[in-house]
Nanobody
Framework: QGQLVESGGGLVQAGDSLTLSCATS????????KGWFRQAPGKEREFVAG????????FYADSVKGRFTISRNNAKDTAYLQMNSLKPEDTAVYFCAASGGIVRDWSTSGYFDYWGQGTQVTVSS
């Protein structure tokens, strides 16, 4: 069936950096578009960043543009989210997602078929 597994979350201070990884198992996701979403307590899940199948195109939410970088290594079938200059408002559970179809709106979670269980990122002030 295929699974996505996030790792790399943790507790950091404001201004620190973290890199999240999204590994896969049970299915080849190397040709899937991938995205990162996050959900803070009491809030809806929101789009963070997305990357096309080949990695040619990347997309970011305005709130993370210039601070976060999404990338992928298709040989390892792994996606990454490099997060710099973290802020307390970045605190959330971060989810990796994969889409086997055409993503017409990266901010819409419905375009993504597979989801990981999430990894907690906590940024203290």
């Amino acid at each position: 069936q295929g699974q996505l597994v996030e790792s790399g979350g943790g507790l950091v201070q404001a201004g620190d950096s973290l890199t999240l990884s999204c590994a896969t198992s049970g299915r080849n996701f190397s040709l899937y578009a991938k995205g990162w979403f996050r959900q803070a307590p009491g809030k809806e899940r929101e789009f963070v960043a997305g990357i096309s199948r080949t990695g040619t195109n990347t997309f970011y939410a305005d709130s993370v543009k210039g601070r976060f970088t999404i990338s992928r290594n298709n040989a390892k079938d792994t996606a990454y989210l490099q997060m710099n200059s973290l802020k307390p408002e970045d605190t959330a559970v971060y989810f990796c997602a994969a889409s086997g179809g055409i993503v017409r709106d990266w901010s819409t979670s419905g375009y993504f078929d597979y989801w990981g269980q999430g990894t907690q990122v906590t940024v203290s002030s």
